[in-house]
Every structure is written in structure tokens, then in C-alpha cells.
């Protein structure tokens, strides 16, 4: 019986060509993805998110952080978003990161290459992390402007469940600033402590404005923190100054009324007596 003819087996030139053309086929679809760009930290208080452009269409994205001693850690696994909180991936704050964010076209390739990708500065954020605004507790004020804060919390827990503040990481090398002024007054003075209180001697005639900084000197950026809302002291002159404003007006006004109606009086008398000279005597 006649039989198929067989069909040579492949040449093994052939065989490695086909090889390549697959492998530089799927490094040249990778390679054809965008790639992340405008990449930017964004810290408060150790809060970290990372922040990139564009929107992805048909693709994904993965980040990496690669610390410069720890082992790296993949946050936001094929995710659509253009934005991701590596906070977790930083608890090690004196460390220096640098983020990865891979272009990835599908959850089922299988790739052969790494995938294209883009990367951010390095980001250190015990140097770089933005300090909040103090939350002020309490406030008074007599001879002395006497203040208590509480130090911005960070998101990081102590084993109990308490939050870290950051007096807990930074230590001795924080400190706090008081800008403060007179009420209605531009000329503003300062005074730094390392503590939660501050206890100014002030006058005690006069109101006070006043607003509290984090700062770390070492730093050599971002040394400054945000300003906590501005606030104002009341030693009762307010309340005062306008019982003593209504009370002179009312006296004021008592005066000018008691001059019209004298005036008044005097001008009908005058003419009654002008009148009076004016008649005959009886009997003449």
C-alpha cells in the first residue's frame, strides 16, 4: 500500500530561528507599552502615596519598591489606577526607596523579558516626609500665654494598637515653633521648644494671635511643617471696651439732650421776659 511520504524533521537552524522570533516577538510587545511618567512621592506624616500618569488602556500596572538594604515589595498589584499608598512598604523610615512601576499588558502571559517599566526618585522619609499641622488642646492666658499641643499622629502602630506620633520616630531631633501677636498687630515673634507646651510671658492688657510649626533642624528640605490653625486669646477687653464705648455714647448723648432742652428753656424764658417788658405798666 502506498504510504504518506514523511515530512523531514525540522532543521535545527529553523527550529532556534522560530525560538528567537517568539521571544523578540513578546519583548517587542512589552516593550511597546507606555510607561509611567510625572512620578511623584507624596508624604504627610509618613502617610506616603505614590502618584504617576497616564491612565492605562488595555494594560496594568504594578509597582515595586526597591529599598536600597530591604527586599523588594510589590504594592498594587495590576491595578488600573494611578495612584498607590506604599505607606506599608516604608516602615523602615530611614531607609532609601526607589519605585518601579511595571507596564503589564495581561494577568495570563507568560513573559520571558522584564516588563517595561518607569522609575521615581529616590525617597528617603525620614528626611523627606511632610510633618502636619499640631492639633492645639488647650489655651490660656493671664501674665503668661500658656499653650499644650498634641503631636500629629503617623500611621504606623506600636504593638498595642496605639498610633505612633511623630515624637516617637523623630525623637530629639524634633521641635516645635510658636509664631505669636498682638490682636490687630503685624509685629510677630517666635520662641521654639521641644516639648508639647509653651509658656510666654505676654501683656496681660492685650489679646493674642497665635499659630504652632513642627520643625527638624538637621533636615536639610522640608525643615518647616504645616502652620496648625491660627488662634486667639480673650482677657475680656472685648466685652469691655464696648460696656465702656455704650456707656460713654449713652452719656454722650444724655449731654447733648440736656443742653437742647436748657437751650430750649432758656430761649422761651428770654423772650417771656422779652414780652413781659414789652406790655404797659397797670395804672398809668
Not at 520616630?169 to 503685624?186: G, R
Request: aromatic share 10%; glycine share 4%.
Amino acid at each position: 500500500a502506498d504510504q504518506c511520504p514523511t515530512p523531514p524533521p525540522p532543521t535545527p537552524g529553523l527550529t532556534a530561528t522560530l525560538q528567537l522570533m517568539m521571544l523578540f516577538s513578546v519583548f517587542k510587545g512589552n516593550t511597546e507599552l507606555p510607561t509611567a511618567v510625572n512620578i511623584t512621592w507624596s508624604s504627610i506624616n509618613f502617610k506616603t502615596i505614590l502618584q504617576w500618569q497616564p491612565k492605562p488602556s488595555g494594560y496594568f500596572y504594578t509597582v515595586e519598591i526597591h529599598g536600597q538594604t530591604s527586599d523588594t515589595k510589590k504594592k498594587c498589584t495590576l491595578t488600573t489606577e494611578t495612584e498607590c499608598d506604599v505607606t506599608d512598604a516604608l516602615r523602615n523610615v530611614k531607609e532609601t526607596y526607589t519605585a518601579h512601576i511595571l507596564s503589564v499588558q495581561s494577568t495570563g502571559m507568560d513573559n520571558f523579558e522584564e516588563p517595561p517599566f518607569a522609575s521615581s526618585e529616590k525617597f528617603t522619609p525620614y528626611n523627606q516626609t511632610v510633618l502636619g499641622k499640631p492639633e492645639i488642646q488647650h489655651y490660656t492666658q493671664d501674665s503668661k500665654l500658656n499653650i499644650v499641643f498634641q503631636d500629629p499622629l503617623t500611621p504606623y502602630m506600636f504593638p498595642n494598637g496605639s498610633f505612633q506620633s511623630i515624637r516617637d520616630i523623630f525623637k530629639h531631633d524634633l521641635e516645635y515653633k510658636l509664631y505669636y501677636w498682638k490682636d490687630q498687630s503685624s509685629g510677630k515673634k517666635d520662641a521654639t521648644t521641644k516639648s508639647n507646651t509653651f509658656e510666654i510671658s505676654v501683656d496681660n492688657k492685650n489679646n493674642y494671635c497665635f499659630y504652632i510649626q513642627a520643625i527638624i533642624p538637621s533636615r536639610r528640605e522640608n525643615r518647616t511643617g504645616q502652620e496648625s490653625m491660627v488662634l486667639c486669646t480673650s482677657v475680656g477687653r472685648t466685652i469691655l471696651d464696648a460696656e465702656v464705648f455704650i456707656i460713654i455714647a449713652v452719656i454722650a448723648i444724655a449731654v447733648i439732650t440736656l443742653a437742647i432742652v436748657l437751650s430750649v428753656i432758656l430761649c422761651k424764658r428770654k423772650k417771656a421776659k422779652a414780652a413781659r417788658e414789652k406790655e404797659p405798666f397797670n395804672g398809668i
